[in-house]
């Protein structure tokens, strides 16, 4: 968990540059310079003193920002800049804030385009494909592998017609390190779950639902969370019938196998309560 004063600094980054962001002419780009920068500042400890050195003035930050970057990118600089001027929890936090705010160039030029919410769906297709393949999942999250070797192989199997926000961000899960990737692309779709202002659930089902069910536990939701709902499905073959429904930390067993656990526990409570009599 971060701590207050870097959640704080973060949000107050977003809202300093939101006007910059919207008005960026590349966004990719913008936020694959800011992952290279977050990338240095994690692995570099001289770069990232030298981004914190209090004596360097914005301007000679934002040099330094645009000497270290592959390519120009001044509202990757900018923000670099924007960031070591703010306080956080801890020094590694600065690098933490700049891949959130590469993530957040990715939404907010999908949401411009009318493209986020497929941006979503592509990935959580991608999550499926890693789900139900182990060994590619832990190809990308393999840590003895190099940087370029997972970001390669991530490259290799995307297919062409994602979108480009959606190649960044699975991508970058691929760069990242820690957890498994599938479980790294679930919380960014979480993310963008959030920023579009909705909820979303996850559900299990042995088949597909019907539209009638989505509609039934869109409205449930809705009641309970009073915000729109998202749902995810994961089919999971192994229940019989029935789904199970997750909404945060919260899960709801609705499956076949759940049901007739409750009912053999009735009949056990049934027959304990006629034995005593």
């Given at each position: 968990m971060r701590g207050q004063t870097s959640r704080l600094s973060l949000k107050n980054a977003k809202e300093k540059s939101a006007e910059e962001i919207l008005k960026s002419a590349d966004p990719v780009s913008d936020a694959e310079a800011l992952f290279f920068l977050s990338s240095l500042l994690s692995s570099h400890d001289k770069v990232l003193e030298a981004f914190l050195d209090s004596s360097r003035t914005p301007q000679e930050k934002e040099v330094l920002a645009s000497s270290l970057l592959p390519s120009p990118s001044p509202l990757a600089s900018r923000i670099?800049?924007?960031l070591s001027s703010l306080l956080w929890s801890r020094r590694e936090d600065v690098a933490w804030a700049a891949d959130e705010m590469g993530k957040e160039c990715l939404m907010e030029g999908?949401?411009?385009?009318g493209s986020l919410q497929k941006v979503r769906g592509e990935m959580e297709s991608f999550q499926s494909v890693a789900l139900s393949n182990p060994l590619l999942d832990r190809c990308l999250s393999d840590k003895l592998a190099s940087f370029s070797k997972r970001?390669?192989?991530?490259?290799?199997?995307l297919p062409e017609a994602f979108e480009p926000e959606s190649r960044a961000f699975c991508k970058r899960c691929a760069q990242k390190?820690?957890?498994?990737?599938?479980?790294?692309?679930?919380?960014?779709?979480e993310k963008i779950t959030s920023f579009l202002g909705e909820v979303g659930i996850e559900v299990?089902?042995?088949?597909?639902l019907s539209k009638a069910q989505e509609e039934s536990l869109k409205d449930a939701y809705f009641k309970k969370?009073?915000?729109p709902v998202h749902i995810r499905q994961i089919l999971d073959p192994s229940l019989v019938g029935g789904?199970?429904?997750?909404?945060?930390?919260?899960?709801t067993d609705m499956s076949a196998e759940a049901q007739l656990r409750a009912l053999s526990g009735a009949m056990k409570k049934k027959m304990a309560f006629s034995i005593k009599i």
């Open positions: 670099s800049s924007l999908a949401k411009k385009k970001t390669d192989l991530c490259q290799k199997i390190e820690g957890g498994r990737y599938s479980e790294k692309l679930l919380r960014e779709t299990r089902c042995a088949s597909p969370m009073k915000k789904f199970s429904v997750r909404c945060g930390a919260e899960v």
